[in-house]
């Protein structure tokens, strides 16, 4: 049974950061590419970063780029999201995922994404 599990969420105010944390189980993280999305309220769901099975490939959404850093952790079996000079709208409740087949290059398609944790939330605010 794969499971994802998000920490590192908080309330921070404007211009601080935050390093979000996903331990995966149940697969190895490094055959797969990886992503987060987030949602805020009343909100659909919204593409944040994601990171190809090796690791080599990034990309993020223009909300975010250049703040925004995703990385994995294959001795950990992690992906984290660093997340610097955090803005109000970056409140949002952040999911990791897992892209349903191995060995891809990750997308910003929720729809390839199979396996989801539950969310951490992260709220911004003075």
């Known amino acids: 049974q794969v499971q994802l599990v998000e920490s590192g969420g908080g309330l921070v105010q404007p211009g601080d950061s935050l390093r979000l944390s996903c331990v995966v189980s149940?697969?190895?993280?490094?055959?797969?590419?990886m992503a987060w999305f987030r949602q805020a309220p009343g909100k659909e769901r919204e593409f944040v970063g994601a990171?190809?099975?090796?690791?080599?490939?990034?990309y993020y959404s223009d909300s975010v780029q250049g703040r925004f850093t995703i990385s994995k952790d294959n001795a950990k079996n992690a992906v984290t999201l660093q997340m610097n000079d955090l803005k109000r709208e970056d409140t949002a409740v952040y999911h990791c995922?897992?892209?349903?087949?191995?060995?891809?290059?990750?997308?910003?398609?929720?729809?390839?994404?199979?396996?989801w944790g539950q969310g951490t939330q992260v709220t911004v605010s003075s």
């Open positions: 995922a897992v892209e349903a087949t191995d060995l891809g290059l990750g997308s910003r398609d929720p729809r390839v994404f199979n396996h």
């Open positions: 149940g697969l190895s993280v490094s055959r797969y590419a």
């Open positions: 990171i190809s099975w090796s690791g080599t490939t990034r």
